[in-house]
């Protein structure tokens, strides 16, 4: 049996979208992925990911975050 692991839930205050970040081990084996689920309503976009690129994604999304707080 697959194990999923949820690590963080929350909504985006524009949009109301519903995120959920997952841990996912396949019982088949292989690495754990990263599963990202938004939830539109009642449309679903899922993504499995794996650690790399987890880390990249989670950068560029952090040096973005700090720029645009930045004043200007």
């Known amino acids: 049996m697959d194990k ?3 690590l963080d839930k929350f909504r985006v ?3 109301n979208q519903e995120i ?3 841990q996912i ?3 088949a ?3 754990p992925l990263l599963r990202i689920r938004i939830r539109e309503q009642r449309r679903f976009t899922i993504f499995e990911i794996d650690p790399l690129t987890a880390e990249r994604w989670g950068r560029q999304m952090q040096e973005w975050s700090r720029q645009a707080q930045e004043p200007k």
């Open 29 to 31: 084996g292989g690495m």
């Open 4 to 6: 999923v692991t949820s």
């Open 20 to 22: 959920e970040l997952q």
């Open 13 to 15: 205050p524009i949009g």
């Open 25 to 27: 081990e396949y019982a």
